[in-house]
T-cell receptor, first 113, second 114 residues
Framework: QKEVEQNSGPLSVPEGAIASLNCTYSDRGSQSFFWYRQYSGKSPELIMFIYSNGDKEDGRFTAQLNKASQYVSLLIRDSQPSDSATYLCAATPRSGGYNKLIFGAGTRLAVHP | GAVVSQHPSWVICKSGTSVKIECRSLDFQATTMFWYRQFPKQSLMLMATSNEGSKATYEQGVEKDKFLINHASLTLSTLTVTSAHPEDSSFYIC??????????FGPGTRLTVL
């Protein structure tokens, strides 16, 4: 079992819709969770991080964490074509001493006009 | 804030040569930096954790004698790929930790070994 799992997609949504990206993790002791966006040929860019159960909103982005279900999601409201990218979920597992990020394989999002 | 630079952004070298990649945190001090490698259409794979003033911690399967890491200051870590071979061709990305656990990534270095 991979430590952080994501559906590879592609997830296709129309412009203006809500894109919902999901991620599960296997280490129940994982402490911190991150969403990165990566455009093709570029390095990852941090979008949001979340440490506590519940929702965290930042502009058009909302991260949701449910530690009991070992599940973290990212909602993108009013999706734009410029949001088309690969979204990487990452966690700091206890198995790594909370010192390193373990990344999922990423979900490719395509927002079409 | 939290800007990380990498140099060079791309490099082409002959098989058997060594290549050094620099990673700098520009506006903050980073006691811990990380080196990742990413092959096409794959996710980031952590190669090693670099701590200022001490030896790097390598992930399983990463040869420490081939990928030399030096973290001599709080703003600079270097990765040297020694005796590079075509299979080492990849996108190498560094990150630096700031805040609680957040990592900020450099722009990456694309290495092509002929």
């Amino acid at each position: 079992q991979k430590e952080v799992e994501q559906n590879s997609g592609p997830l296709s949504v129309p412009e203006g819709a809500i894109a919902s990206l999901n991620c599960t993790y296997s280490d129940r002791g994982s402490q911190s969770f991150f969403w990165y966006r990566q455009y093709s040929g570029k390095s990852p860019e941090l979008i949001m991080f979340i440490y506590s159960n519940g929702d965290k909103e930042d502009g058009r982005f909302t991260a949701q964490l449910n530690k009991a279900s070992q599940y973290v999601s990212l909602l993108i409201r009013d999706s734009q074509p410029s949001d088309s990218a690969t979204y990487l979920c990452a966690a700091t597992p206890r198995s790594g001493g909370y010192n390193k990020l373990i990344f999922g394989a990423g979900t490719r999002l395509a927002v079409h006009p | 804030g939290a800007v990380v630079s990498q140099h060079p952004s791309w490099v082409i070298c002959k098989s058997g040569t060594s290549v050094k990649i620099e990673c700098r945190s520009l506006d903050f001090q980073a006691t811990t930096m990380f080196w990742y490698r990413q092959f096409p259409k794959q996710s980031l794979m952590l190669m090693a954790t670099s701590n200022e003033g001490s030896k790097a911690t390598y992930e399983q399967g990463v040869e420490k004698d081939k990928f030399l890491i030096n973290h001599a200051s709080l703003t600079l870590s270097t990765l040297t790929v020694t005796s590079a071979h075509p299979e080492d061709s990849s996108f190498y990305i560094c990150s630096a930790r700031a805040g609680r656990d957040e990592q900020f990534f450099g722009p990456g270095t694309r290495l092509t070994v002929l």
